[in-house]
C-alpha cells in the first residue's frame, strides 16, 4: 500500500511542481503590469489547481466551514500550520493577503520570483526583534494603506499533528494595532499532507474558519490565547 502512496505522490508533485512553475513565471512577468489583487489571482491559479489535482491524485477530499466568517474589511488571520497545503489555500481564498514567511523562500528560483510579487511580509527569522518590527510597519502598511489582509501563523513553522508549540503574540499585537478583526482558521491538513514528506495520504482535510473576534479591549497575550483555546478546542473536534 506505501508504495502505492509513493507512485500517486510522485503522480500528484509532477503536476504540482508544473503548475507552480508556470504560474510563478507568469507572476514574476506579466503579473507586473497588474493590480495586487489581479496579480495574486493569477499567481494562485497554481493554488487553485493544486487542491483538486491532490484530490484526483492521492485521495485527499476538503471540507470547509465558516467561509461566511470571513470579513469584508481587512482582517489578520492566525492560522494553524501543519503542512504546506494551507499555505496554498489561503492565500489563494484570502486574496488580496500579505503573508509574513521566512524570507529564505524568495530566494527559491522561479517559485521565490513569483511569490514575491504578492507582497509578502519576508522576515529574517534569526532577528526576532527586527522580525517583529518588519510585521508591525508593514503588516499596518498592509492593512490600512493597501487594504490587503495579513496571513500570520503563530506557530512559527510547522507543527505536526498531536504536537503543540509556543503562539507568537506578532499577529495578535498587529490586530490590535492596526484595529482590525482577527480570524481564526482552524484545519487538519497534516494528516493527509504531512510537513517534509513526500507522500500523501487519503483522507478529508476539514478547515474550520471562526467568526472573526474584535480586538478592543485585549492585550496581545490574552488576544493569541483565545486563539490558541479556539483551536485546542476545535481541532479535538474533528474526524
Known amino acids: 500500500m506505501k508504495a502505492i502512496y ?11 511542481l508544473s503548475a507552480i512553475g508556470v504560474f510563478s513565471l507568469l507572476g514574476c512577468t506579466v503579473g507586473w503590469l497588474l493590480p495586487m489583487r489581479q496579480r495574486q489571482t493569477l499567481v494562485t491559479t497554481a493554488n487553485q489547481l493544486i487542491v483538486p489535482w491532490l484530490g484526483l491524485c492521492c485521495g485527499v477530499k476538503l471540507k470547509v466551514e465558516g467561509l461566511e466568517n470571513i470579513p469584508e474589511e481587512p482582517f489578520v488571520a492566525l492560522s494553524k500550520h501543519q ?15 500579505s503573508t509574513i514567511l521566512k524570507r529564505e523562500l524568495l530566494r ?18 534569526d532577528n526576532p526583534r527586527q522580525a517583529l518590527r518588519d510585521v508591525m510597519e508593514q503588516g499596518k502598511d498592509r492593512l490600512l494603506n493597501k487594504k490587503m489582509n495579513v496571513l500570520v501563523y503563530p506557530e512559527g513553522t510547522r ?4 504536537n503543540t508549540r509556543k503562539f507568537n503574540r506578532s499577529g495578535a499585537a498587529l490586530a490590535i494595532a492596526a484595529g482590525v478583526p482577527v480570524l481564526p482558521i482552524c484545519h487538519n491538513a497534516g494528516t493527509c499532507w504531512p510537513a517534509h514528506r513526500i507522500i500523501k495520504y487519503p483522507g478529508t482535510i476539514h478547515v474550520v474558519f471562526s467568526k472573526a473576534i474584535d480586538p478592543k479591549g485585549y492585550d496581545s497575550k490574552a488576544l493569541t490565547d483565545e486563539v490558541r483555546n479556539w483551536m485546542d478546542v476545535t481541532l479535538k473536534n474533528l474526524p
Do not use: D, K
Request: aromatic share 18%.
Open 6 to 16: 509513493l507512485l500517486r505522490s510522485l503522480l500528484f508533485y509532477f503536476g504540482y
Open 83 to 97: 503542512s504546506s497545503w494551507e499555505t496554498y489555500y489561503l492565500q489563494r481564498t484570502l486574496r488580496p493577503v
Open 108 to 125: 527559491i528560483p522561479v517559485f521565490g520570483w513569483g511569490l514575491a510579487t504578492t507582497a509578502p511580509i519576508a522576515i529574517n527569522r
Open 159 to 162: 507543527v505536526s499533528p498531536g
